[in-house]
């Protein structure tokens, strides 16, 4: 069908997207929608399922209609999969205002309900709802686009007070999607954040942990409020609830969160002196590491060493992990910034945590070291490197690192040598991939999981 519209002549003449085939989806899309579904908690995967499918069907539909919408309040992408575990709905940035999208699976299109969280929270409140069907027991699988509505035209006095939701009844719908192209461009509205006030780490810990189940349900809109809203609580409380979600590691980097993770992974600094420059490490091998632009980035890396806390030492570790001649080179300029005086969010997140095998090391320790760099949009550059605690100790001959995907697929083995101090492994990873960390020697063995 083409929408032309007497009403509106100036509209181009584009598809009416009455309703979306899921199977029709990008494969990418597909791929990440399932990655972040099997990522929640599982008393969350449904939510998070329905947000993530309405979420890309209408962000894609807008880019079909040339139109550039961008998630921005309260979150931004990489952390929507973990706010719909807590809230449905998301809202786009578009040049004719902020757009909520609110999903359902009801096949009664008569009312819609929209959390109070989007209209009662000031730096919430949007311009417009979407209404989006989501059909998943039907063949084929469909997203319908139901229609769009002012959010000032829902009503106060449709409010229930136990599920602390409003209603929107089908007669407020504009069921021509697309004629929210039409509506005039607005300027961008600024975020503004209530004043920061101090969360209870025991309340984070208590809805982590799940003996607060449904915490929009418990607490004070002004509670929830300041733990959604605010970044750091929020961070906090995410991180809390998927401390090896990667991606989180490193937004908390950008606002200087530190201890935000589980105990058992801590920050670099705390644990482990500066390693770097080792002779021997079991490792593939770097593109081009012995190029012309490599051994001079090196030369630099010896000098900046020399003197770190220099202002120009920071800008030239940032261009030589923005732009290096090779992955070393990137790694070894993200661990110097990491450690600078002022540390820079382009370094990245490095955590450790202490790995203890038993007997088959008689006791010796381990550092187990992961960390995360800013890649592109979707993408994040990864490290793992395993070291002896003790910084002039060897690790055994015969310890193996091995890296496996969501699947189980062996991805990467690396096994040390006699009198090698470290086993690392570079390589990257797409926004929700999953990927395990396997370390083994003499029958015991470790797993950690993680998502980028």
């Not at 202002?311 to 661990?335: G, N």
């Not at 382009?346 to 187990?368: E, N, P, Q």
């Not at 969501?406 to 991939?433: C, H, M, N, P």
């Amino acid at each position: 069908m083409i929408l032309r519209s007497a009403s509106f002549p100036f509209l181009p003449e584009v598809p009416l997207i009455e309703h979306i085939d899921i199977g029709a989806l990008a494969a990418s899309d597909r791929q990440w929608i399932n990655r972040i579904k099997d990522a929640a908690r599982a008393h969350c995967r449904g939510r998070v399922y329905l947000n993530a499918l309405a979420y890309v069907a209408v962000r894609n539909w807008f880019r079909t209609m040339g139109i550039e919408a961008q998630p921005k309040v309260p979150v931004d992408e990489i952390e929507l999969p973990c706010f719909w575990e807590f809230v449905n709905g998301s809202a786009l940035d578009t040049p004719m205002g902020r757009v909520v999208i609110l999903p359902d699976e009801i096949t009664d299109l008569e009312e819609w309900v929209v959390p109070r969280e989007w209209l009662d929270i000031p730096a919430w409140r949007p311009d417009y709802f979407i209404g989006v069907q989501v059909l998943t027991d039907q063949e084929p699988s469909k997203i319908n686009l139901w229609g769009y509505t002012y959010a000032s035209e829902v009503a106060k006095d449709t409010y229930d007070p136990l599920l602390r939701t409003y209603r929107i009844d089908r007669q407020q719908m504009v069921e021509d999607v697309a004629l929210l192209l039409s509506l005039p461009a607005q300027e961008p509205r600024p975020l503004s954040l209530p004043d920061p006030e101090l969360v209870s780490a025991d309340l984070i810990h208590a809805i982590a942990s799940g003996e607060i189940v449904l915490p929009r349900l418990i607490l004070s809109l002004d509670e929830w409020a300041q733990l959604l809203s605010q970044p750091q609580h929020r961070l906090s409380l995410f991180l809390a609830c998927h401390p090896q979600r990667l991606g989180l590691w490193l937004r908390a980097r950008e606002y200087l969160i530190r201890d935000c993770l589980q105990a058992t992974w801590q920050e670099l600094t705390d644990i482990l002196p500066l390693r770097l420059g080792y002779v021997r490490a079991a490792e593939l091998p770097s593109i081009d590491p012995d190029s012309r632009e490599a051994i001079a980035a090196q030369q630099q890396l010896r000098q900046i060493k020399t003197n770190l806390n220099d202002p120009a030492s920071k800008a030239a570790l940032k261009s030589l992990i923005t732009h290096p001649p090779s992955e070393d080179i990137r790694w070894q300029a993200a661990e110097l910034l990491h450690d600078h005086t002022d540390p820079d969010p382009t370094a990245g997140s490095w955590k450790v945590r202490k790995v203890d095998l038993g007997i088959a090391l008689d006791g010796t320790t381990l550092a187990l070291t992961m960390a995360v760099l800013p890649r592109d949009a979707t993408s994040a550059h990864l490290f793992v490197r395993v070291t002896p605690l003790s910084a002039d100790a060897f690790l055994p001959a015969g310890l193996s690192l091995e890296i496996v995907t969501e699947t189980g697929d062996r991805f990467a083995r690396l096994t040390s040598r006699a009198e090698d101090q470290v086993v690392q492994y570079k390589f990257w990873g797409d926004i929700g991939e999953a990927f395990g960390i396997i370390l083994e020697y003499g029958g015991a063995r470790i797993t950690e999981s993680f998502v980028v």
